[in-house]
Nanobody
Framework: QVQLVESGGGLVQAGGSLRLSCAAS????????LGWFRQAPGKEREFVVA????????YDADSVKGRFTISRDNAKNTVYLQMNSLKPEDTAVYYC????????????????????WGQGTQVTVSS
């Protein structure tokens, strides 16, 4: 069983930055693919970014390319999401997710390819 705990959310003005963290339990953290998703009120959960088990491959949603960066520290069992140039439309609850499922990179955007989810952290961007 893996437990994921997000932190770092909050209120920020448009154009600002935030860094989210997701701490994971489990001795096999370094073998997980990790991802960040978000869900705004009244909308479906949306893929944001994902990273391979060794950090060598990253996959970004078009809506965040050039603004958001995912990284991981396997020694600390933590994955990060650096968010820059935030926009009001980035407002959502952000969830981290972990997967032990092999999948093509193009499938990393599908929530069904993830086995474990955190409880989420709220990010609010004011205009």
């Amino acid at each position: 069983q893996v437990q994921l705990v997000e932190s770092g959310g909050g209120l920020v003005q448009a154009g600002g930055s935030l860094r989210l963290s997701c701490a994971a339990s489990g001795r096999t953290f370094s073998s997980y693919r990790l991802g960040w998703f978000r869900q705004a009120p009244g909308k479906e959960r949306e893929f944001v970014v994902a990273i391979s088990w060794n950090g060598g491959t990253r996959y970004d949603a078009d809506s965040v390319k050039g603004r958001f960066t995912i990284s991981r520290d396997n020694a600390k069992n933590t994955v990060y999401l650096q968010m820059n140039s935030l926009k009001p439309e980035d407002t959502a609850v952000y969830y981290c997710a972990a997967s032990v499922v092999e999948a093509f990179v193009g499938a990393w955007a599908h929530p069904r390819t993830y086995n474990y989810w955190g409880q989420g952290t709220q990010v609010t961007v004011s205009s």
